[in-house]
T-cell receptor, first 115, second 115 residues
């Protein structure tokens, strides 16, 4: 079975601090994709990044960076110099052929940036 | 391109009633998936439609049904509403829904409250 674990339920940091959101996944499939979504209070899930199982290169996009490590089945997300607008719930998700191609989500991490 | 749209945004119903939610995918996207989000269960996959056919189904009772029209718009229906059906219902679209590499883009959701 597929599973995504986000052990951090809630995190609060002071603005401008760096913060890392953890994501650990389980799948039997060798080909899979990992995603991060952001859910602001409005409710819409906003796509942030997609990473395939064969590409372990870290990715940086502005203040956001992602660290994918197959050896530990983790796909962690770091926000550098956090801002109040980063306050949201962040979801890590997994999609593979084994899972009938549906997205399996973690339980989410609520991030609060304190001004 | 316009994003995924969902109507209505908010609904209040009473137990035993039925409800229909609507989703219009991004132009050119032919796959539509539905998810239910609750505080207790998180984000759970309901079903996925492609070319007017249900291709995948999650673990929900038969009271939950859906359909897709020739223009790729989709509706989901919940009959005999129960209190536990109160949730945010999210619709997501992707181009073909085939293969784990496709990114699903989400709408703003319909927030359903059952009294």
């Amino acid at each position: 079975a597929q599973k995504v674990t986000q052990a951090q339920t809630e995190i609060s940091v002071v603005e401008k601090e760096d913060v890392t959101l953890d994501c650990v996944y389980e799948t039997r499939d060798t080909t899979y994709y990992l995603f991060w979504y952001k859910q602001p209070p409005s409710g819409e899930l906003v796509f942030l990044i997609r990473r395939n199982s064969f590409d372990e290169q870290n990715e940086i996009s502005g203040r956001y960076s992602w660290n994918f490590q197959k050896s530990t089945s983790s796909f962690n997300f770091t926000i550098t110099a956090s801002q109040v607008v980063d306050s949201a719930v962040y979801f890590c998700a997994l999609r593979s052929n084994f899972g009938n191609e549906k997205l399996t989500f973690g339980t989410g991490t609520r991030l609060t940036i304190i001004p | 391109k316009a994003g995924v749209t969902q109507t209505p945004r908010y609904l209040i119903k009473t137990r035993g009633q039925q409800v229909t939610l609507s989703c219009s995918p991004i132009s050119g996207h032919r796959s539509v998936s539905w998810y239910q989000q609750t505080p207790g269960q998180g984000l759970q996959f309901l079903f996925e439609y492609f070319s007017e056919t249900q291709r995948n189904k999650g673990n929900f009772p038969g009271r939950f049904s859906g359909r897709q029209f020739s223009n790729s718009r989709s509706e989901m229906n919940v009959s005999t509403l129960e209190l536990g059906d109160s949730a945010l219902y999210l619709c997501a679209s992707s181009q073909t829904g085939t293969g784990p590499q496709e990114t699903q883009y989400f709408g703003p959701g319909t927030r359903l409250l059952v009294l």
